[in-house]
């Protein structure tokens, strides 16, 4: 499982890295054109703009594997042992909770914009693609915040033997 988890992260640091660097080059390459030549490109903001849509859900879910989103920490430091254990639960299932609400409610969002076949502007391509980067990233949010849950359970339990 360790493995599986290993393999996963670096897809996703790889997904990061490549739409990251793509979306940089895009933007260089609409600025030089619109610079140097005086033309511009119709397709290049449109598929940064979906690029950068993307990496942000999916990085969404890379920040809760490193522990890297903005919390306030006030009440969590003012508690100490069981208790800010079962703190720290509560705060995942909750937010575990909204993450899936997201995930559900987003494939219905995508579900109707691809039945009704909507294309985008310059790339003609399906929204559906675009809009999908929401369900998509809260779905790998969910499966990293149930990983934590599981963790704050494990040092519950660990928690309880001590004690």
């Known amino acids: 499982m360790k493995k599986m988890i290993e393999i996963y992260d670096k897809l996703e640091e790889n997904f990061l890295f490549f ?3 793509l979306s940089v ?6 600025i030089v054109m619109r610079y140097v030549f005086l033309a511009s490109l119709s397709w290049s903001e449109e598929l940064a703009r979906y690029l950068f849509v993307w990496y942000t859900w999916v990085g969404a879910s890379y920040a809760v594997a490193k522990h890297r989103h903005i919390r306030i ?3 969590c430091d003012l508690i100490k042992g069981r208790s800010r254990l079962v703190l720290e639960l509560l705060v995942l299932l909750v937010w575990a909770a909204f993450s899936m609400f997201l995930a559900v409610k987003g494939m219905e969002v995508v579900r109707i914009i691809a039945v ?3 294309l985008s502007a ?7 693609l675009a809009y999908a ?3 998509a990233g809260a779905l790998l949010m969910s499966l990293r915040l149930i ?3 599981v963790s704050v359970c494990k040092q519950f339990s660990a928690e309880e033997v001590k004690g």
């Not at 080059?25 to 609409?30: G, K, M």
């Not at 310059?122 to 559906?128: E, T």
């Open 19 to 21: 739409t990251f660097a």
């Open 25 to 30: 080059a895009l933007i260089f390459i609409q």
């Open 73 to 75: 920490e006030i009440l």
């Open 116 to 118: 009704r076949g909507q």
């Open 122 to 128: 310059a790339l003609q391509i399906p929204m559906a």
């Open 133 to 135: 980067a929401v369900p």
């Open 147 to 149: 990983g934590e849950i």
